[in-house]
């Protein structure tokens, strides 16, 4: 079934036409099917922000362990130590704790003088161009260039592992994601962890190998091999996917939006704001998943427990309950709270530096590049269930 209708409380994520504009579809559910079971793909879906507000802040009841996607949660896979976003207290307590202090905000405004000379490297060239390709020329390079330096991955490997983590995500048009028993080892960091090992640095490896902590237990120890590949790769995956998304989607709203694109470029104070709102309008996840670890009781209908449930950020970001005029773009808006970084005890750690990177990166394309429209007969979103964004972003430079 594929939805036609916005008035038919349907949701797929697998549904290529859903997926290219699901705010009808979350619109619908919001409307007439707020706690939705899709009986096809056996999952429950939360779609308004209050609840899905009140499932983040319940870690107990809805939980991580099992996986943050649908696809994991459905496979039932164990989830090995180490990875952040899919593990419960206390395990995750103690990871967190130990990368917490990698994305302080003096860490994080230490890195931007290199961050705005990556954006620089990437745009330079193209002065004088009539067309950029957003996600080519700087979303799909800024990010992996971003995370590698930290986790001191060699410049010549970048692109090999920016596209691995690509291709472990993608999908077959209306297809799940097909999930293998290493989907979340690292092995593909092993022999970079290795050479760290007898030649330290000062990047995020060096600091995993060298780290120190009591466990959950109260036992002081250091991290295994497969923790820290497991780390490695859940930093490179969350580091370069969301924040491509977040360029991309920046370059396009603005494109649709040009007299605020002006505004910002007379003012570039107001760039800030703007990230905030795109990050409303248009998260890069549209939506994360759980699993109900108790039957649960939300809008007089009971979550079994045992399901598979997805927390419709897209949905939520747009509730009118909690925005006036929700469904449009306006740099000016005071955002507030939302939920695209989560919230409670899994609140992205990333996030300021997400912020940072799309701060600068259009503080660096609005000083080269005022006016662009963007191509959307060659544009093409990515084919994939976590993320929701552009593999080709092609726009014209200069006045349309």
């Known amino acids: 079934m594929t939805m036609t209708d916005a008035a038919a409380a349907y949701y797929d994520p697998y549904d ?97 003088p290199k961050v705005r000379e990556f954006c620089a490297d990437c745009l330079d060239p193209l002065v004088g161009a009539d067309e950029i390709d957003f996600i080519t ?41 097909e999930i293998e028993e290493d989907f979340v080892s690292g092995a593909m960091f092993a022999e970079y962890v290795e050479w760290r090992s007898k030649n330290p640095s000062d990047d995020l490896m060096t600091d995993l190998l060298q780290a120190t902590f009591e466990d959950e237990h109260g036992a002081p120890r ?61 998260p890069p996840a549209p939506h994360v998943g759980r699993y109900v670890a108790r039957d649960v009781e ?16 897209g949905s939520g970001n747009r509730d009118e309950a909690q925005w006036t005029n929700a469904g449009s773009f306006d740099i000016h808006r005071e955002v507030g709270q939302m939920l695209t970084f989560g919230y409670g005890i899994h609140f992205c750690l990333g996030a300021a530096l997400a912020r940072m990177e799309g701060r600068v990166a259009f503080e660096e394309v609005l000083s080269r590049f005022p ?20 593999d080709s972003l092609p726009a014209r430079l200069g006045a349309s």
């Open 16 to 112: 290529v036409g859903i997926n290219a504009d699901p705010y009808p579809a979350f619109k619908a559910l919001r409307d007439q099917a707020p706690v939705y079971y899709n009986d096809v793909h056996d999952f429950w879906a939360l779609s308004r922000f209050e609840d899905i507000d009140r499932a983040f802040r319940d870690h107990e009841t809805f939980i991580s362990g099992r996986g943050g996607i649908l696809e994991l949660i459905k496979a039932g896979i164990e989830m090995p130590p180490g990875i952040l976003i899919f593990e419960d207290p206390p395990t995750h307590t103690v990871y967190r704790r130990l990368l917490s202090r990698v994305f302080t905000p003096k860490r994080v405004a230490e890195l931007e």
């Open 298 to 313: 939300i809008r007089g209908t009971t979550v079994p427990e045992g399901s598979a449930i997805l927390l419709l950020i």
């Open 137 to 177: 020329h700087l979303g799909s390079q800024v990010p992996m260039k971003t995370i590698s330096m930290l986790l001191g991955i060699p410049e010549g490997d970048q692109e090999f592992i920016r596209n691995r983590v690509d291709a472990s995500l993608r999908t077959e048009a209306g297809q799940p994601m």
């Open 371 to 390: 006016e662009w429209t963007v191509d959307m007969d060659r544009a093409q979103l990515f084919s994939t269930s976590t993320v929701r964004g552009w």
């Open 222 to 282: 250091s991290l295994r091999r497969d923790e820290i590949l497991t780390y490695v790769n859940v930093l490179a995956g969350a580091g370069n996917e969301t924040t491509n998304r977040l360029i991309g989607w920046t370059a396009k709203v603005l494109s649709d939006h040009p007299d605020q694109r002006r505004e910002l470029v007379a003012d570039q104070s107001l760039i800030p704001n703007a990230i905030e709102e795109v990050l409303r309008f248009e």
